[in-house]
T-cell receptor, first 114, second 109 residues
């Protein structure tokens, strides 16, 4: 059981470039989440999905898009990267709603936008 | 929406106790506690559901006072392995879940 995996682990982008972060889970969880973590800010929810084919906006969705074509995968896209998107990105999965169940986090992706 | 944690940072000697508080301006359905070590992912510690229960996990326990919209995490006889940043997460409605900004705990020998 790998749990939750994320690729890549590190990435440096130039302003305006695009990229996709991949999250995969092997626990058959319905719910998946993308967070960003900035110093002193804790974890802020970007987008989430309550099942295959569904996505919804979280607290800070601007500048990001997501897709959940397969139950086990949740992709986070940056269409035109900005320096304000420099952050550590965590994916998490959950067997139910985040408030009632434990979230399992991936190892994170450290993104720097220059 | 984000819960407020206090203190922001704590330094302890091994064997000392600590309390970390988490408070919300909104009614809470549940409170979660997670610990994150430097450079790693957050790891779940416990969930407290509405009902004012108290839970324990080794020498780490927590309480949830729904009337005061607060939760406290108690670390007893701290060990070096307790060092890290502790986050509370609060559920304030259907799929409305927010993490606090964290409390850094540093346990020294």
């Amino acid at each position: 059981n790998a749990g939750v995996t994320q690729t890549p682990k590190f990435r440096v982008l130039k302003t305006g470039q695009s990229m996709t972060l991949l999250c995969a889970q092997d626990m058959n969880h319905e719910y998946m989440y993308w967070y960003r973590q900035d110093p002193g800010m804790g974890l802020r929810l970007i987008h989430y999905s309550v099942g295959e084919g569904t996505t919804a906006k979280g607290e800070v969705p601007d500048g990001y898009n997501v897709s959940r074509l397969k139950k086990q995968n949740f992709l986070l896209g940056l269409e035109s990267a900005a320096p304000s998107q420099t952050s550590v990105y965590f994916c998490a999965s959950c067997s139910g709603l985040a408030g009632a169940y434990e979230q399992y986090f991936g190892p994170g992706t450290r993104l720097t936008v220059t | 929406q984000q819960p407020v944690q206090s203190p922001q940072a704590v330094i302890l000697r091994e064997g000392e106790d600590a309390v970390i508080n988490c408070s919300s301006s909104k009614a809470l359905y549940s409170v979660h506690w997670y610990r994150q070590k430097h450079g790693e992912a957050p790891v779940f510690l416990m969930i407290l559901l509405k009902g004012g229960e108290q839970k324990g996990h080794d020498k780490i326990s927590a309480s949830f006072n729904e009337k005061k919209q607060q939760s406290s995490l108690y670390l007893t006889a701290s060990q070096l392995s307790y060092s890290g940043t502790y986050f509370c997460g609060t559920e304030t409605g259907f799929n409305k879940f927010y993490f606090g900004s964290g409390t850094k705990l540093n346990v020294k020998p």
